[in-house]
């Protein structure tokens, strides 16, 4: 298991940038992927950026040639650099660590989230 601590969020102007960072303790080397999330009030939580243990990313349309994602070696570290940030790229932004199950579903495991506001 993982225990997941992000940081980094908070108040920036639109077209302004942000990083967010997420600490992962625990047993990072079984983690498959690595990904930030977020949720807007009353939307579902949709994927923002992944990386796998491979170094494989996916990035949502909306954020691609804008948003970063990274890690270092051992996967005890994950970050999202955000930049020309717009308003509605306002919500809470939380990390999450997938592990394979081997014939199961993946387990997942989150931390407890930043917000990040953009205003206009």
């Known amino acids: 298991q993982v225990q997941l601590v992000e940081s980094g969020g908070g108040l920036v102007q639109a077209g302004g940038s942000l990083r967010l960072s997420c600490a992962a303790s625990?047993?990072?080397?079984?983690?498959?992927?690595l990904g930030w999330y977020r949720q807007a009030p009353g939307e579902a939580r949709e994927l923002v950026a992944s990386?796998?243990?491979?170094?494989?990313?996916y990035y949502k349309d909306s954020v691609k040639g804008r948003f970063t994602i990274s890690r270092n070696n051992d996967k005890s570290s994950v970050y999202l650099q955000m930049n020309s940030l717009s308003p509605e790229d306002t919500a809470v932004y939380s990390c999450?660590?997938?592990?394979?199950?081997?014939?199961?579903?993946?387990?997942?495991?989150w931390g407890q989230g930043t917000q990040v506001t953009v205003s206009s």
């Open positions: 999450s660590a997938e592990y394979p199950s081997g014939l199961g579903p993946p387990r997942y495991y």
């Open positions: 990386i796998t243990s491979a170094g494989s990313i």
């Open positions: 625990g047993d990072t080397m079984s983690i498959s992927s």
